[in-house]
């Protein structure tokens, strides 16, 4: 997932882990309840929209909140409220901000449920409640959870959080050290508090659970530290762990059995997870789950991605490696596997294939697919069948080099040759990086439209594989793998891309790599925030920029809109720049003191003029 070092300034890793005002212009184209989410609105999904295009899984709960990470469990990031559109956008306002307390990168996403927002910062993981009802936003509560400072030193790549879901009338969220905690989302209550990673061995947990049928699913991190990486449900109401499938190791810890129907015969046979790795080198394999979960009621089915295979150095590994940088369905009752499919077979660029897995039934060749899309690391867009695994078609949405294409019979990548790593030599210039043309930056969909709106990353890099040794909660990385621009003379790029033919639409070249998500709206207006601190609204059609404003801060994080108690639309955003592209491989972003002497990245070496370390939640309406 991230490189020992990060451009010519050889950022190091262990010793980097150990250790506001505003202005706007216009621009041009340079409800506390008992329950969990609720489909209370069938827009989006009761009927097709104007495109043939419709989202598989209904909005959670009322239009005007959003109670869950991506806004409802097909991913899609889309919202019905249309009072902000093309006409009126260019005139947004700050309505209200708040800051957070907290530096470090701001990823996810706040959750708005009943005239009451939900914020949860990174670490220490500071929740908030505020107070939409009233003027000037106060906390209706504040919660510090316990939390074990050496998280700090076992995250790889920064102390972020993605977020928290709704339902039960309880706050859930994962803390940085391996624990998920409910909170009662009326007091502000712990409610109950489970360990789920064992940080002694480098697990953390940085990301966004979902809740379904009465189950917390959540997932692990540490696939740079040897982790055996995994997903387990916990029950809503106790915290008591329900079931634990490992993403690596035999086929009962897989949890593979006889509903297991894999597409691909390749990906068919006993204990692949075992025999498609030397040795016991699976136990330090890595393909953990520190990215987005979605859900199709209809199927019963989960999809989650797996992160690399551990460590970087393929020689250390060879055979297939599965199934790291993967995408893998679960029955949502047990945790048994349904399908796999391996995005990158053998990975050995640092391809985690964690990002989101958006559902939603698309007209291709004349025929309704029930589709899973897919923007992975590796730098194609997969649009699959959700159903089965089948890939429908993969083809490349940023500049890359690394493969010649996707082979539709068996859906493995055609590898070039001169762009595999080899142990102890640079292989120059492989694009895109172990960045991805996309990373944890979630795109969103419109069924107006039947576009997608992807946030993407524009870097190469140079990678040297080294031989390493595993030891329990350090770095097992093996590798060097310092980063530049890629072609074409920017780092970053907003794009609209059509899943049914596999085609760009439009893009928003950026001088830094679009870090933070999408917002797709009815109003036919999609917002996203940028590495140096702009805040975007955009023609979800043409792409033209309607609007922008300067929130001091990078965005990492993604938007959501809700409706305000007084039925205006509203949109939240957070700026705080951090992860990867904070910590990592950024310039001098943050304000430490002239004692700090760890190195800065010099991948953005300019960035610095832009923006530094912040933690502000931004709210804006018309």
Request: aromatic fraction near 10%.
């Amino acid at each position: 997932m991230i490189g020992d070092t990060r451009g010519a300034g050889a950022f190091l890793l262990v010793a980097g882990l150990w250790a506001c005002s505003a202005g706007e212009k216009t621009a041009t184209n340079d409800s506390l309840s008992n329950s969990g989410p609720q489909a209370t609105s069938t827009a989006a999904t009761g009927t097709t929209g104007p495109s043939g295009a419709r989202i598989a899984v209904a909005h959670a709960g009322p239009p005007g909140e959003w109670q869950m990470p991506a806004g409802d469990y097909a991913s899609s990031r889309y919202s019905e409220l249309s009072s902000i559109t093309p006409q009126n956008a260019a005139n947004l306002k700050v309505a209200w901000a708040f800051s957070t307390g907290v530096l470090r990168g701001h990823e996810g996403q706040p959750l708005v449920v009943a005239n009451t927002m939900y914020v949860v910062t990174p670490y220490p993981n500071v929740s908030y409640a505020i107070d939409l009802a009233q003027t000037g936003q106060p906390l209706k509560w504040k919660f510090r959870p316990e939390n074990s400072q050496q998280a700090i030193g076992r995250a790889c790549c920064d102390v972020v959080n993605r977020g928290a879901a709704y339902a039960d009338g309880k706050i859930f969220y994962n803390l940085l050290d391996g624990h998920t905690i409910a909170v009662d989302a009326a007091t502000g209550n712990q409610v109950w508090r489970t360990k789920m990673g064992d940080l002694s061995r480098g697990e953390t947990i940085t990301m966004a659970p979902i809740v379904v049928k009465g189950k917390v699913i959540v997932g692990s991190s540490g696939g740079e530290m040897g982790v055996r990486g995994w997903i387990a449900a916990l029950d809503a109401a106790t915290g008591k762990e329900v079931w634990r499938a490992y993403n690596i190791g035999p086929d009962r810890d897989v949890k593979v059995g006889p509903k297991f129907k894999t597409f691909y015969a390749h990906d068919r046979g006993k204990d692949l997870g075992v025999s498609s790795w030397p040795g016991d080198t699976w136990k330090t394999g890595g393909g953990a789950v520190w990215g987005w979960l979605s859900y199709d009621p209809a199927l019963n089915l989960i999809y989650h991605g797996t992160s690399n295979p551990g460590p970087w150095n393929e020689n250390q590994r060879t055979g297939d490696n599965k199934w790291t940088a993967a995408i893998l369905a679960r029955d949502a009752d047990t945790g048994e596997m349904v399908w796999a499919f391996q995005v990158t077979p053998h990975d050995m660029w640092d391809y985690d294939a964690v990002n989101e897995n958006i559902l939603v039934d698309l007209p291709i060749k004349g025929r309704q697919r029930k589709a899973l899309v897919h923007f992975d690391r590796n730098g194609f867009a997969y649009t699959m069948d959700r159903a089965t695994g089948e890939v429908i078609l993969a083809e490349p949405f940023v500049p890359m080099n690394w493969s010649t294409g996707v082979d539709l019979t068996t859906g493995r990548p055609n590898v070039v040759e001169s762009k595999k790593t080899v142990q102890d030599k640079n292989v120059k210039d492989i694009c895109p990086s172990l960045e991805g043309g996309k990373n944890q930056q979630p795109a969103a969909f419109s069924p107006q439209t039947g576009l997608f709106y992807v946030p993407t990353n524009n870097l190469c890099m140079d990678f040297q594989a080294r031989a390493v040794t595993y030891i329990a909660g350090t770095p097992f990385i093996g590798g060097n793998a310092p980063e530049k621009g890629g072609p074409g003379g920017y780092r970053g790029e907003f794009i609209a891309w059509d899943a049914t033919t596999g085609k760009k639409i439009w893009g928003i070249k950026e001088p830094y790599p679009v870090w933070g998500g999408a917002l797709a709206t009815a109003g036919g207006v999609v917002f996203y925030g940028t590495l140096d601190g702009w805040f975007k609204a955009v023609d979800a059609r043409s792409g033209k920029v309607l609007w922008q404003f300067k929130v001091g801060s990078g965005v990492v994080g993604n938007p959501v809109t809700y409706t305000g108690p007084d039925g205006k639309q509203y949109v939240a955003i957070y700026a705080g720049i951090g992860g990867d592209m904070g910590l990592l491989i950024a310039g001098d972003v943050a304000a430490n003191l002239p004692y700090d002497v760890r190195e800065r990245g010099t991948t953005l070496p300019d960035i610095s003029r832009w923006t530094s370390w912040g933690g502000e939640l931004f709210v804006f309406s018309l």
